[in-house]
């Protein structure tokens, strides 16, 4: 089992839409959570961490589910800007090394 | 503020022929640093991580190398490239607590 495990999609959604993507994570000892979100043909950057309690960052919610194993994060009102890969990663203890999903495409349509 | 610089941008080697690719820091003092590998159309592949100067850990045995001959600098280096080497790689730093930034990255391709 990948430790890391995303939906590669492409998800082709319209302006204005809502789209969640779900992560899971295969160690139980994972203690960070975050979104990256990369560009084609750019460096992976941090959109949010997640914290266990659930966080939101203006259109951007982040949730954290222990018992499952999985993060989500849902885009509300997409924009045409919102389109990239979006990276799930986990990182355990001192968290010295993080693990990167293969990311999630997502395109949003004029 | 932090920044994190890679250079060259974009590189075309023939196979064989050697590599080193550089990335320093800016604004922060004795981070880790780390270097990825991110083949076309796939996830990050951790190559090393490095805590400190001259120390340096390798999750992928393969023909590459990293070195840390200052605190603010990582050298990637290869004595002779493979076709399988082509890709996107990336320097990043750890932030606090956990997170890690990204350089702009090299594009190499080997030919």
């Known amino acids: 089992r990948k430790e890391v495990e995303q939906d590669p999609g492409p998800f082709n959604v319209p302006e204005g839409a809502t789209v969640a993507f779900n992560c899971t994570y295969s160690?139980?000892?994972?203690?960070?959570f975050f979104w990256y979100r990369q560009d084609c043909r750019k460096e992976p950057k941090l959109l949010m961490s997640?914290?266990?309690s659930g966080n939101e960052d203006g259109r951007f919610t982040a949730q954290l589910n222990r018992a499952s194993q999985y993060i989500s994060l849902l885009i509300r009102d997409s924009k045409l800007s919102d389109s990239a890969t979006y990276l799930c990663v986990w990182g355990s203890g001192s968290a010295r090394q993080l693990t990167f999903g293969s990311g999630t495409q997502l395109t949003v349509l004029p | 503020s932090q920044t994190i610089h890679q250079w060259p941008a974009t590189l075309v080697q023939p196979v064989g022929s050697p590599l080193s690719l550089e990335c320093t820091v800016e604004?922060?003092?004795?981070?880790?640093l780390y270097w990825y590998r991110q083949a076309a159309g796939r996830g990050l592949q951790l190559l090393f991580y490095?805590?400190?100067?001259?120390?340096i850990s390798s999750e992928v045995p393969q023909n590459l190398s990293a070195s840390r001959p200052q605190d603010r600098q990582f050298i990637l280096s290869s004595k002779k490239l493979l076709l399988s080497d082509s890709g996107f790689y990336l320097c990043?730093?750890?932030?606090?607590?956990?997170?890690?930034?990204f350089g702009p990255g090299t594009r190499l391709t080997v030919t």
């Open positions: 997640v914290y266990s």
């Open positions: 490095s805590v400190g100067i001259g120390q």
């Open positions: 990043a730093w750890k932030g606090s607590p956990n997170e890690q930034y």
């Open positions: 160690n139980s000892a994972s203690q960070s």
């Open positions: 604004g922060t003092s004795n981070p880790n």
